[in-house]
């Protein structure tokens, strides 16, 4: 049983490039949610998802966009990166919407923008 | 805008001693309250939660937590700490909507 697994594991861009963090996940999760960690900050919502179709912004959701074509898919995507965006990516699930779930989270990603 | 404050950024102790790791949030009505641990590199992981009930919550790998809506707090204790508990805690709240808040996190670092 895989869980959540997100692809890359590291990933160097230059400014302004784009490209996309893959996530996906086994356990038949309807809510899936990306955050970023930054030293300090904790992990910070990016976007999240309540289920096929619907996504909706978090609490950092600029330079990101999100699609949920598939329960099991959420990608991350990053259209013209800057430095600001290097941190920690981790997508997460839970089995239920309104977060009142646990969380189940992949390895991470790490993003670095030269 | 809710929030969750972990005043402590690194804490150490020494194998065997008791741990309390402090967490505050910020004015709830309904406070779903959380503790996740992190090991280097990896993902996070549910230690214990509480939603309601009795305020005093047993989680896994010994850990407890106990509710206080009077202090609006939420601290993670353990009698007595393992070398393998080094990590970083965070503390998350989630005020009934669809987003989770996490704290900074509190690096623990256990002394031999």
């Known amino acids: 049983n895989a869980g959540v697994t997100q692809t890359p594991k590291f990933q160097v861009l230059k400014t302004g490039q784009s490209m996309t963090l893959q996530c996906a996940q086994d356990?038949?999760?309807?809510?899936m949610s990306w955050y970023r960690q930054d030293p300090g900050m904790g992990l910070r919502l990016i976007h999240y998802?309540?289920?096929?179709?619907?996504?909706d912004q978090g609490e950092v959701p600029n330079g990101y966009n999100v699609s949920r074509s598939t329960t099991e898919d959420f990608p991350l995507r990053l259209l013209s990166a800057a430095p600001s965006q290097t941190s920690v990516y981790f997508c997460?699930?839970?089995?239920?919407?309104?977060?009142?779930?646990?969380?189940?989270f992949g390895e991470g990603s790490r993003l670095t923008v030269l | 805008a809710q929030s969750v404050t972990q005043p402590d950024i690194h804490i150490t102790v020494s194998e065997g001693a008791s741990l309390e790791l402090r967490c505050n949030y910020s004015?709830?009505?309904?406070?779903?309250l959380f503790w996740y641990v992190q090991s280097p590199g990896q993902g996070l992981q549910l230690l214990l939660k509480?939603?309601?009930?009795?305020?005093l919550v047993q989680g896994i790998k010994g850990f407890e937590a106990e509710f206080k809506r009077s202090q609006s707090s939420f601290n993670l204790r353990k009698p007595s700490v393992h070398w393998s508990d080094a990590a970083e805690y965070f503390c998350?709240?989630?005020?009934?909507?669809?987003?989770?808040?996490f704290g900074g996190g509190t690096r623990l670092m256990v002394k031999p």
């Open positions: 004015y709830g009505a309904t406070p779903y």
């Open positions: 997460a699930s839970s089995y239920t919407t309104g977060n009142t779930g646990e969380l189940f």
């Open positions: 356990m038949n999760h309807e809510y």
């Open positions: 998350a709240h989630n005020n009934a909507g669809n987003m989770l808040t």
């Open positions: 998802s309540v289920g096929a179709g619907i996504t």
């Open positions: 509480y939603f309601s009930g009795d305020t």
